[in-house]
């Protein structure tokens, strides 16, 4: 093992876990990336942070980001905001990178992590493609927030005599119990995507429980995450006999819906076959710091000052 100090960040929306070798005991956790905010501030409080109860400073930084984007992915930005606290290295990543390296460490494959939101990523022998991660505006497909959103949606039109009832109304008015006035609230709410998200464990349970319209919904989400997982294997796949695929992320918690996905997934093509991760994101932002120049996924990273 290498003697540096690495400090590990895997941020998201939901929340940051960071691990430190030199710090013994469980990982650190902090609040979600705010979105509306820069960036690198938060990751070097972080940094800051974790120096600080740690007691160790760390020599290299990486981290495995949800959504970064290539006007955030500034690694000399990251290590200018972190070299006061003795960082002399940083790679900065997008969190499908981090994700793949945690589930398969470096062979090929895809990975599909869903959670608020959803990404999915395929290493071949010399590319790699992403498909999705496009956020919940535009894209996010079967993720735990557009399951939410379908839900809403399902109760809204049960509401107006548009479709079926469903057991799910019975939890959204719980949260809003005049629904003609749910959607001002969520509108006005600086953590609607959160709250849209968290209906997606609803869903799970109503389906479960024989939910006719949560049953559809995870189907759908199911063919959806499937799609994503075929389009970024299609871009990358060469002569491999067997593509292993990981599916990752609270959404796959909903029996119904992984049942769904990996009946989807096999269908048509035998070669493509599930397989249990090896470990989870964490362990991917760790993995950055060794990851071998040559691999593809080396490509898609962001590196600043002496990273050996």
Same mark, same amino acid.
């Given at each position: 093992?290498?003697?540096?100090?690495?400090?590990? #960040?895997? &941020? $998201?929306?939901?929340?940051?876990?960071?691990?430190?070798?030199?710090?013994?005991?469980?990982?650190?956790?902090?609040?979600?990336?705010?979105?509306?905010?820069?960036?690198?501030?938060? +990751?070097? &409080?972080?940094?800051?942070?974790?120096?600080?109860?740690?007691?160790?400073?760390?020599? /290299?930084?990486?981290?495995? /980001?949800?959504?970064?984007?290539?006007?955030?992915?500034?690694?000399?930005?990251?290590?200018?905001?972190?070299?006061?606290?003795?960082?002399?290295?940083?790679? +900065?990543?997008?969190?499908?990178?981090?994700?793949?390296?945690?589930? +398969? $460490?470096?062979?090929?494959?895809?990975?599909?992590?869903? $959670?608020?939101?959803?990404?999915?990523?395929?290493?071949?022998?010399?590319?790699?493609?992403?498909?999705?991660?496009?956020?919940?505006?535009?894209?996010?497909?079967?993720?735990?927030?557009?399951?939410?959103?379908?839900?809403?949606?399902?109760?809204?039109?049960?509401?107006?005599?548009?479709?079926?009832?469903?057991?799910?109304?019975?939890?959204?008015?719980?949260?809003?119990?005049?629904?003609?006035?749910?959607?001002?609230?969520?509108?006005?709410?600086?953590?609607?995507?959160?709250?849209?998200?968290?209906?997606?464990?609803?869903?799970?349970?109503?389906?479960?429980?024989?939910?006719?319209?949560?049953?559809?919904?995870?189907?759908?989400?199911?063919?959806?995450?499937?799609?994503?997982?075929?389009?970024?294997?299609?871009?990358?796949?060469?002569?491999?006999?067997?593509?292993?695929?990981?599916? #990752?992320?609270?959404?796959?918690?909903?029996?119904?819906?992984?049942?769904?996905?990996?009946?989807?997934?096999?269908?048509?093509?035998?070669?493509?076959?599930?397989?249990?991760?090896?470990?989870?994101? /964490?362990?991917?932002?760790?993995?950055?710091?060794?990851?071998?120049?040559?691999?593809?996924?080396?490509?898609?990273?962001?590196?600043?000052?002496?990273?050996?």
């Amino acid at each position: 093992m290498s003697e540096r100090r690495v400090l590990a #960040i895997d &941020a $998201g929306q939901s929340g940051i876990k960071v691990r430190a070798t030199a710090a013994s005991g469980e990982d650190l956790l902090f609040p979600g990336i705010r979105t509306g905010e820069p960036l690198l501030p938060q +990751l070097a &409080a972080v940094v800051a942070e974790t120096t600080a109860r740690t007691g160790s400073p760390a020599d /290299i930084v990486v981290a495995g /980001i949800s959504g970064l984007t290539d006007a955030n992915a500034d690694a000399d930005a990251m290590l200018a905001l972190t070299a006061a606290q003795g960082v002399r290295g940083v790679v +900065l990543a997008h969190d499908s990178t981090t994700s793949f390296l945690g589930a +398969l $460490g470096d062979r090929r494959g895809a990975v599909v992590a869903a $959670g608020t939101g959803v990404v999915t990523l395929a290493v071949g022998a010399e590319t790699t493609a992403r498909v999705d991660g496009w956020g919940w505006i535009m894209g996010d497909a079967g993720s735990g927030y557009w399951i939410g959103r379908e839900a809403l949606d399902a109760v809204m039109r049960a509401y107006d005599g548009r479709g079926p009832t469903t057991e799910l109304t019975a939890t959204v008015s719980d949260r809003w119990p005049d629904l003609s006035q749910a959607y001002m609230s969520l509108q006005a709410d600086p953590d609607r995507v959160r709250v849209v998200a968290s209906f997606a464990a609803v869903v799970a349970r109503a389906a479960v429980a024989g939910d006719t319209v949560a049953q559809d919904i995870s189907v759908r989400a199911a063919h959806e995450l499937a799609q994503s997982v075929r389009a970024a294997i299609a871009q990358v796949r060469t002569d491999e006999e067997t593509f292993p695929v990981c599916a #990752i992320g609270g959404v796959f918690g909903s029996i119904p819906l992984l049942e769904a996905f990996t009946a989807d997934l096999h269908t048509g093509d035998a070669s493509v076959r599930l397989v249990a991760p090896v470990g989870v994101g /964490i362990d991917g932002v760790m993995a950055l710091a060794d990851l071998d120049t040559s691999h593809p996924l080396a490509a898609v990273t962001h590196r600043a000052g002496d990273i050996r």
